[in-house]
């Protein structure tokens, strides 16, 4: 069994900046390829960013590239998320996933939710104008 419990949301002001935690307590962690999705009020949960076992590969929906940067340090079982710039279309229930050690890692694989076999419960980023 794998467990993912995300931390580090809150309340910050346009501009600010934020770092999410994912701690992943469980077997074979270094195994899994991780991402972060969020979900915006009213609004299907979508792809933010993934990044492979090793940290090696790394990709970013268009609208957070350049402002988002994942990260994961194995040592801790732990990926983050900083965020940097942020802004109110930014506000939502972020989370991440393990994806699915079956699957070959690219771009077409890790945007796609149904791929992820575990999830954690959500951290709540709200950022205000």
């Known amino acids: 069994q794998v467990q993912l419990v995300e931390s580090g949301g809150g309340l910050v002001q346009a501009g600010g900046s934020l770092r999410l935690s994912c701690v992943v307590s469980?077997?074979?962690?270094?195994?899994?390829?991780m991402g972060w999705f969020r979900q915006a009020p009213g609004k299907e949960r979508e792809f933010v960013a993934a990044?492979?076992?090793?940290?090696?590969?790394?990709y970013y929906t268009d609208s957070v590239e350049g402002r988002f940067t994942i990260s994961r340090d194995n040592a801790k079982n732990t990926v983050y998320m900083h965020i940097n710039t942020l802004q109110p279309e930014d506000t939502a229930v972020y989370y991440c996933?393990?994806?699915?050690?079956?699957?070959?890692?690219?771009?077409?694989?890790?945007?796609?939710?149904?791929?992820?076999?575990?999830w954690g419960q959500g951290t709540q980023v709200t950022v205000s104008a």
């Open positions: 996933g393990a994806l699915s050690p079956g699957l070959t890692l690219n771009r077409a694989t890790t945007t796609r939710q149904e791929n992820y076999v575990y």
């Open positions: 990044i492979s076992w090793n940290g090696g590969e790394t």
């Open positions: 469980g077997r074979t962690y270094t195994t899994y390829a």
